[in-house]
């Protein structure tokens, strides 16, 4: 029985040690994990030339002082050769979009990055045109080709006026497919080139969750001062009422005093 008390007593010991190391490696692996997500920012910018990266990065910044916040930042884009894209200004908040060279963008996003404790929210998305950006200038390059063509065929003295005007509404097709081609490409080079960064700025402090008593109180003046647009509103329509009714009554009076008048003169005669 000791023995088997022994035996029993080592299995549990070996288990136990077991258990131990797993959770230890579970968590050195969690540990790893949120380093390496923590570093995972800086790896999504990557400048590649013979890739089309198109970069949208979008910030919540909240702090007190957030409008010296903005003008640092502001600032640090036009060293690196930014520009503001819109602006939407607000009391407490503003949202701005700003527009980086891709070569610049890491160095704007670890600069916002620096303020500790002012991000709120941070993501950045990325999506890879080549492909798409690859088929257009494929296209455009054949479409070119082609209206050289048909433009070379126009030099020919032999045409007759079907030919010319055939190969002329041809070409017109093409210019019209090219200036698409031309925008989207246009678009899609913009879009590269100079990375989207859109912020979110919010003043700490301004704002608190209302509370039964304050979202109450505000009904009830909403209420009072709906009831008063009314009356205001029917104000003129009252007025014209009560000079109508006026009027009727002055009438029927009248109309009435003149028929008691006819009965009394009526009686006398008699």
């Not at 990557?46 to 970069?55: L, M």
């Not at 088929?135 to 390059?141: D, G, H, N």
């Not at 019209?176 to 912020?199: A, F, K």
Request: charged share 30%.
């Amino acid at each position: 029985m000791k023995k088997i008390a022994k035996v029993l007593l080592l299995f549990l010991f070996c288990l136990t040690l077991f258990a131990c190391g797993k959770n230890a490696s579970y968590n050195g692996a969690d540990k790893g994990g949120v380093n390496s997500d923590s570093a995972s920012d800086s790896a999504k910018i990557v400048v590649d030339d013979d890739r089309k990266i198109i970069y949208n990065v979008s910030y919540v910044l909240e702090a007190k002082d957030i409008k010296g916040y903005q003008k640092k930042i502001e600032g640090k884009l036009n060293e690196l050769t930014g520009y503001i894209e819109t602006l939407d200004t607000r009391t407490y908040y503003s949202t701005c979009v700003y527009r980086v060279p891709k070569a610049n963008l890491d160095t704007f996003v670890q600069y916002i990055d620096s303020f500790d404790g002012l991000t709120n929210d941070k993501s950045i998305k990325t999506e890879d045109i080549s492909s798409s950006y690859n088929s257009y200038q494929a296209r455009k390059e054949v479409l070119e080709a082609s209206r050289t063509s048909y433009v070379k065929m126009l030099e020919d003295d032999t045409l007759s006026v079907h030919d010319i005007i055939e190969i002329n509404d041809k070409i017109e097709k093409i210019d019209v497919e090219l200036r698409e081609i031309y925008l989207q490409l246009d678009t899609y080079g913009s879009l590269v080139d100079y990375s989207t960064v859109t912020v979110h700025y919010y003043e700490k402090g301004e704002y608190s969750e209302p509370t039964f008593f304050s979202e109450y109180a505000e009904y009830i003046g909403d209420f009072f001062i709906t009831i008063g647009k009314v009356i205001l509103y029917l104000l003129p329509f009252a007025a014209l009422g009560g000079i109508a009714a006026v009027i009727t009554l002055c009438s029927i009076k009248h109309h009435k005093n003149k028929k008691n008048n006819k009965k009394e003169n009526g009686n006398k005669e008699e």
